[in-house]
């Protein structure tokens, strides 16, 4: 069984840091690309950020661009979204997911298969 649990997420002032894990089970997740999303009330899912089997092969959004990094721990099978200098607008609920095809189209969620539960980041202004 497939599981993408999200954790990591709190209020926190504008400019400040939150690190969110997500941890997997039930596939072989050293060969599989994963991504964060992000939903703010009334909006849609929104890319973030995904990163390829080779940890070395990650795209941004360019909303967070040398604010956030992913990162992932293949012996932990997790993923991780370090965000820097947060601000307001990145108040969402943030999802971890895997991509199952179409590795080049990292930004449509639909080549994404698997999703975790989302954690809720508040970042006051």
């Known amino acids: 069984q497939v599981q993408l649990v999200e954790s990591g997420g709190g209020f926190v002032q504008a400019g400040g840091s939150l690190r969110l894990s997500c941890a997997a089970s039930g596939f072989t997740f050293s060969t599989s690309a994963m991504g964060w999303f992000r939903q703010a009330p009334g909006e849609e899912r929104e890319f973030v950020a995904t990163?390829?089997?080779?940890?070395?092969?990650?795209y941004y959004v360019d909303s967070v661009k040398g604010r956030f990094t992913i990162s992932r721990d293949n012996a932990k099978n997790t993923v991780y979204l370090q965000m820097n200098s947060l601000k307001a607008e990145d108040t969402a609920v943030y999802y971890c997911?895997?991509?199952?095809?179409?590795?080049?189209?990292?930004?449509?969620?639909?080549?994404?298969?698997?999703w975790g539960q989302g954690t809720q980041v508040t970042v006051s202004s």
């Open positions: 990163i390829r089997w080779s940890a070395g092969i990650t």
């Open positions: 997911a895997r991509q199952m095809r179409d590795y080049s189209a990292y930004q449509n969620l639909n080549t994404y298969d698997y």
